[in-house]
């Protein structure tokens, strides 16, 4: 089982809708929560950190934590197609470096 | 967010040559910064942890005499590519962890905007 797994994609959402992005984690004493961005060719761009358990809304994204089921997850409300990119999730558990999933592609059509 | 700055963002060199790369944290001290390289459509791979004033921790895999890392401070970190290959042609991102900005102890990691390294 993989650290961090990401929902498989590419996913595609039509502009406007909300798209829905999953992550799990494997270890349960894992503390900090990260969502970043990376468009195609440019470095990831942290756009939502978490702690604790519940829902962390910033604009358009939600980051939401439940760590009795060891999942995180980030919807984006009203998608744009400048939302189109890839999506890494990334939790700090008992080490101290940062474990990033795979990461899940987003196209959100015009 | 805090940011950091690399350089340079691209850089084209012969084969057996040796690139320098330069990562800055501009407004705040980065005890630590991390090295990843990342291939075309793949994920990010963590090279190595760099710690201000002591030795690299370098992952599993990763050549610690062909990938040398200094931190002389706590804003500066580089990464040198020694006789590079083509086979080393990759976009290099260098990272680095603000403590402060959640407020609560936690830290927060920040990317650089990536080195391009092409090797002939």
């Known amino acids: 089982q993989k650290e961090v797994e990401q929902n498989s994609g590419p996913l595609s959402v039509p502009e406007g809708a909300i798209a829905s992005l999953n992550c799990t984690y494997s270890d349960r004493g894992s503390q900090s929560f990260f969502w970043y961005r990376q468009y195609s060719g440019k470095s990831p761009e942290l756009i939502m950190s978490i702690y604790s358990n519940g829902d962390k809304e910033d604009g358009r994204f939600t980051a939401q934590l439940n760590k009795a089921s060891q999942y995180v997850s980030l919807l984006i409300r009203d998608s744009q197609p400048s939302d189109s990119a890839t999506y890494l999730c990334a939790v700090k558990a008992s080490a101290r470096q940062l474990t990033f999933g795979s990461g899940t592609q987003l196209t959100v059509l015009p | 967010g805090a940011v950091v700055s690399q350089h340079p963002s691209r850089v084209i060199c012969k084969s057996g040559t040796s690139v320098k790369i330069e990562c800055r944290s501009l407004d705040f001290q980065a005890t630590t910064m991390f090295w990843y390289r990342q291939f075309p459509k793949q994920s990010l791979m963590l090279m190595a942890t760099s710690n201000e004033g002591s030795k690299a921790t370098y992952e599993q895999g990763v050549e610690k005499d062909k990938f040398l890392i200094n931190h002389a401070s706590l804003t500066l970190s580089t990464l040198t590519v020694t006789s590079a290959h083509p086979e080393d042609s990759s976009f290099y991102i260098c990272?680095?962890?603000?403590?402060?900005?959640?407020?609560?102890?936690?830290?927060?990691?920040?990317f650089g905007p990536g080195t391009r390294l092409t090797v002939l």
């Open positions: 990272s680095a962890r603000d403590p402060g900005t959640s407020g609560r102890g936690m830290w927060e990691q920040f």
